[in-house]
């Protein structure tokens, strides 16, 4: 082959390259022309019907696209809207179960409570339900417990938490060393119950009256919190109530059995004590 048709054969194959590259360039001009009248004609479809609503055009292409934007923003705050409203259903219902699970717990310690000091029958059994109470239901972290000497009208120490019972002085109920704490503790005569006063007699958070009935057997001072609580909440002034009342029959029985001699049951004895 010569070099005249060598020249010639690789300008036929640019001159093919060129129509084939320009022939690919117009038909991708076409598409993209009928994709834009596509787009065009969609935008028109979904504009308002009305008498002002105008032909899409290339001045207001702009204003049309601003408005389907409008809507969408629209639409998008609507459904925050709606996640809002699930969103706070959600945490009522979570909140809910909170609650429910709290008075749960809360009737459980309670019912605990009750039961221990139910069962106990002796002095020692009593002052450890009140020790498990006051320490793992109420929070507190050092407390004393004292029992009262009707015949010297004094409290006591029996147990302690937080240090030795043996560095507790004993409190005077009635006379000239008795506060107005101890003169209205004595006075109060019935169990404690929220919104009563704390009888401070000192720094301590609250002397709580154990009582029977009307009877004040002992007195329990709680003096800190655990250092993980700050404070009583509802639940443990219901909690104080039921140590005072319960805690002081407690007591009282425990007394009563031991000063008791241990006899059988007999018949005549009993239909004597149900009739008197």
């Known amino acids: 082959?010569?070099?005249?048709?060598?020249?010639?054969?690789?300008?036929?194959?640019?001159?093919?390259?060129?129509?084939?590259?320009?022939?690919?360039?117009?038909?991708?001009?076409?598409?993209?022309?009928?994709?834009?009248?596509?787009?065009?004609?969609?935008?028109?479809?979904?504009?308002?019907?009305?008498?002002e609503a105008k032909p899409v055009t290339r001045d207001n292409m702009v204003d049309l696209l601003m408005l389907r934007i409008s809507a969408l923003e629209r639409e998008c705050d609507e459904i925050r809207r709606i996640a809002g409203n699930v969103e706070q259903e959600s945490g009522g219902y979570r909140s809910r179960l909170d609650s429910l699970e709290s008075e749960h717990y809360h009737l459980a310690s309670m019912f605990v409570a009750g039961s221990q000091f139910h069962s106990a029958t002796s002095f020692d059994e009593v002052l450890r339900t009140i020790t498990e109470i006051l320490l793992n239901?109420?929070?507190?972290?050092?407390?004393?417990?004292?029992?009262?000497?009707?015949?010297?009208?004094?409290?006591?120490?029996?147990?302690?938490?937080?240090?030795?019972?043996e560095e507790v002085a004993e409190i005077p109920l009635t006379g000239d060393e008795a506060g107005p704490a101890q003169a209205a503790i004595v006075a109060l005569g019935r169990p404690w119950k929220n919104g009563d006063p704390e009888f401070q007699i000192s720094a301590e958070l609250i002397n709580l009256p154990l009582v029977s009935g009307s009877r004040l057997?002992?007195?329990?001072?709680?003096?800190?919190?655990?250092?993980?609580?700050?404070?009583?909440?509802?639940?443990?002034h219901q909690l104080l109530g039921l140590i005072s009342?319960?805690?002081?029959?407690?007591?009282?029985?425990?007394?009563?059995?031991?000063?008791?001699?241990?006899?059988?049951?007999?018949?005549?004895?009993?239909?004597?004590?149900?009739?008197?």
């Open 137 to 165: 239901f109420v929070g507190a972290g050092a407390f004393t417990v004292f029992l009262v000497d009707e015949e010297r009208q004094v409290l006591f120490p029996v147990a302690r938490e937080g240090g030795a019972v």
């Open 217 to 236: 057997v002992g007195v329990a001072r709680l003096e800190s919190f655990l250092a993980q609580k700050h404070g009583f909440a509802d639940n443990d």
């Open 1 to 51: 082959m010569s070099a005249d048709d060598s020249r010639q054969s690789l300008q036929r194959k640019t001159d093919e390259f060129l129509r084939e590259f320009f022939e690919k360039g117009e038909m991708l001009v076409k598409e993209l022309i009928t994709e834009n009248d596509r787009l065009r004609s969609q935008l028109e479809s979904k504009a308002q019907p009305g008498p």
């Open 245 to 276: 009342e319960h805690a002081g029959i407690g007591i009282e029985n425990a007394w009563i059995r031991a000063h008791t001699k241990d006899v059988p049951l007999q018949r005549q004895a009993i239909e004597h004590l149900v009739g008197a």
